[in-house]
């Protein structure tokens, strides 16, 4: 056991002098060791790095292949649902609101809580404005609840009534920033807009966009060093129409 986590080196420590990530590692294997039937795990991983993170995941899966046990794992994480979940439950004040494989649940989310957890940074009340059956697309109007400028954005269609209220999620990966305004490109959504913010969080920098509504964006810190990025720089957004995903309000 002690080799299966990785912690025979931490037989003769005291509790006060190892690590966060050896404390879990040590809670997991005194949980295992005793042979459980089934493990219950709530949030267990919440306050580490991702690399410590990583590791225990890893420890963890293998020893979940190896001997079968049922785990049941709660968490906010959507790297550990896809890491371990074999079948995910959603819920939200105490009700089911989806479940299925972590492809299932996450791939097409319907629900906004669904949405977030699978990584949909930026979500948009919407409305739409007109559909072009011919090519598969209608024009969406985001609503921002401010006196911002109209945003409009080219979406897969779906079956919606005219006007009738939806949410648009779009991931912060997906959209591409551009100091001029591009020409000649696949993707249907080139909005002007204005950098808020810039902060960097590891190795990526998370951008905060005015474009009538305000999106987050990442990129690359070269990204950010090539295009002289700052805040008041003006930007071109560029979104492809099947980044943006169509929900149900």
Known sequence: MLQAFRIDHLCQQRPAA???GERQRVALARAL??????????????????????????DLR??????????????????????LGERVLVMEQGRIIAQGTPHEVLRAPLQEA???LAGFENIFDASVESVHEDRGTMICRLLSGEQGSPVLLETPLI?????????????????????????GLSARNVIAGRVV?????DLIIS???DCGV?????????????LHLEAGREVWLVIKTHSCHLMQK
Do not use: F
């Open 18 to 20: 190892i690590s966060g």
């Open 33 to 58: 060791v005793t042979d459980p039937c089934v493990l219950l795990l709530d949030e267990p991983l919440a306050a580490l790095d991702a690399a410590t993170k990583s590791k225990i995941l890893d």
């Open 62 to 83: 293998r020893w979940n292949q190896a001997h079968g046990i049922p785990i049941l794992y709660v968490t906010h994480s959507r790297e550990e649902v896809l890491a």
């Open 114 to 116: 669904v949405a977030q």
């Open 159 to 183: 079956r919606a009534e005219g006007a009738s209220p939806l949410r648009v999620g779009i991931r912060a990966g997906d959209i591409m920033l551009a100091i001029t305004k591009p020409v």
């Open 197 to 201: 913010s810039l902060e960097r969080r």
């Open 207 to 209: 951008a905060r966009v």
């Open 214 to 226: 305000e999106m987050e964006v990442y990129l690359t810190l070269a990204a950010r060093d090539a």
